[in-house]
């Protein structure tokens, strides 16, 4: 799942807060690639222009930020180095914990380096090099109790006065975490994420009496909260999630006279559904208006040092799936085998699962005119769902020439659960938007099996065990005919763990 950290950046010598804009640092800090460099104050360049443009996706944002440099001396800088600091909460793996339980929303933690992506430095049109430093941990994760032990721990006494909330204060307090560790052990306590960071250096050269424009891009993954429920389904495509970007102006403030002579801010949110946003953005710091494509801020002699960091909330629809994560989720198919209502030799039923989606599978009626798939594995299975890559997705002269699923009920059985799903009318209509396999792999019939279980058909404590699942059976309830044959194709059929 989707994107999801808060871009916390730290200004030296003050207080912990959001942190983006860059500026100018100690040589000994950039050249050790230090974690805690020293900022440098360079009062003879002045920030004469800052166009800061924040480009919201789903999950994630693009920025660019744009600086005229004025360096009013007579000497030339060359080699000044210059970064920026990326910090996140997490330590390790990322993984979601528990946000805030009574709301039933979750949040994810932890370092990946895909959270930052795209990264650029240019001066005048030239590519900089940039290095990175080493991660580091600012503040220590804590532990702590978020909600009863009895959902947390198996056979505890329903009479144990630990488990009693006389009160808030007795509840929350250090004392009875103390006792209730000492009893039950460490599997009873959450820990609050560590604040960790990185930096990035580059190294400018700034003529004396000359104008340079500096610019910086990247993409970074915003910090993601979504609905407990939501977030601990398979398939992330349509899933609704918040969505915060921070960014802080005021570092900048090391140049000149701590102020930037013209400024402009620009929030565009074209690429975010307006069907998620129920009519609003969240935005603070920048008394920001409307503008085309979304938010904008504009002043002159902006003061950097005072400026407030930028927050903005919103929600967006993830759009596409994520391919790596899944298909990395992929049941071996040596695992399982597959039976069919009725096939064709020459369009046999491996493949279905030969992970090419250039060949197709064709299925024949039974004799009761049933078209049906049964997927039996050879040991109960951990399943969370079905990738069902519909018609002949080998091009979309083959995907409009042949039948295709139209609808279908999905039955799952076994050892622990049994239930049943539905694809509307209409699925076999949608094509593709191209026939990559991101392309199918978002438009496929996503058969969701773990999540209806836990979510609907089995007490909460479902919730810490992993259904098993020893067959399932896909029964097409309706076809759309090719333009050119009726043979009902399928393609490719991915089972996740």
């Not at 993409?219 to 969505?243: D, H, P």
């Not at 099996?449 to 896909?474: C, G, H, M, Q």
Request: contains cysteine; glycine residues 6%; proline residues 4%.
């Amino acid at each position: 799942m989707k994107n999801r950290f808060v871009l916390l950046l730290a200004l030296f010598a003050l207080v912990s807060s959001a942190f983006a804009n860059g500026d100018p640092v100690a040589h000994r800090s950039a050249l050790t690639l230090s974690r805690t460099p020293v900022a440098v104050h360079v009062p003879q360049v002045q920030l004469l222009d800052e166009q800061c443009r924040f480009v919201l996706g789903d999950g994630y944002t693009d920025v660019e930020v744009r600086y005229l440099l004025y360096n009013k001396s007579d000497s030339n800088f060359h080699r000044l180095p210059y970064g920026f600091p990326v910090d996140w909460y997490g330590e390790g793996e990322q993984r979601w914990e528990s946000y805030n339980f009574n709301s039933e929303s979750i949040i994810e933690r932890g370092w990946r380096d895909s959270y930052v992506r795209d990264v650029l430095f240019s001066l005048n049109g030239q590519s900089l090099q940039w290095r990175k430093s080493a991660d580091t941990v600012l503040q220590a994760s804590e532990p702590y109790i978020d909600w009863t032990v009895s959902e947390m721990v198996d056979e505890v006494d329903a009479d144990d006065p630990l488990l009693v909330c006389d009160s808030a204060e007795w509840y929350y307090s250090a004392k009875r975490t103390r006792q209730l560790v000492a009893k039950y052990g460490e599997r009873v306590l959450f820990h609050t994420p560590a604040l960790c960071r990185r930096w990035y250096y580059v190294e400018l050269d700034l003529p004396a009496g000359k104008v340079t424009e500096l610019v910086v891009r990247y993409r970074i993954e915003n910090n993601v909260k979504a609905s407990l429920y939501e977030s601990n389904m398979v398939f992330q495509r349509g899933l609704r999630q918040v969505n915060t970007f921070q960014y802080d102006f005021s570092p900048a403030a090391y140049w000149g006279n701590g102020k930037v002579d013209r400024f402009n801010v620009v929030i565009d949110t074209s690429n975010i559904a307006k069907v998620s946003q129920y009519g609003r953005f969240n935005i603070e710091g920048l008394d920001v208006h409307r503008v085309a494509g979304g938010y904008g801020f504009r002043t002159n002699g902006f003061d950097l040092a005072k400026a407030k960091p930028l927050k903005v909330e919103y929600y967006s629809v993830c759009r596409h799936e994520d391919l790596a994560e899944l298909l990395n989720s992929r049941v071996s198919p040596d695992r399982y085998v597959v039976a069919l209502s009725g096939g064709v030799k020459n369009y046999p039923v491996g493949n279905l699962s030969d992970f090419d989606l250039s060949t197709t599978t064709v299925v024949k009626p039974d004799e009761h005119g049933f078209y049906t798939i049964t997927i039996r594995f050879k040991d109960s299975t951990f399943v969370t769902g079905l990738m069902l890559y519909n018609g002949y997705t080998k091009d979309a002269t083959s995907w409009r020439n042949n039948s295709r699923i139209d609808s279908i009920s999905c039955t799952f059985g076994g050892y622990v659960m049994y239930g049943e799903y539905y694809a509307d009318n209409g699925v076999g209509n949608k094509e593709p938007a191209d026939f990559t396999w991101q392309g199918l792999t978002d438009a496929a019939l996503h058969i969701p099996i773990s999540e209806r279980a836990l979510n609907y058909d089995f007490p909460w404590e479902s919730y810490y065990k992993k259904p098993l699942v020893k067959e399932i059976t896909i029964r097409v309830k309706s076809r759309v005919k090719g333009r050119k044959y009726d043979d009902l194709c399928v393609s490719e059929i991915i089972v996740l763990q």
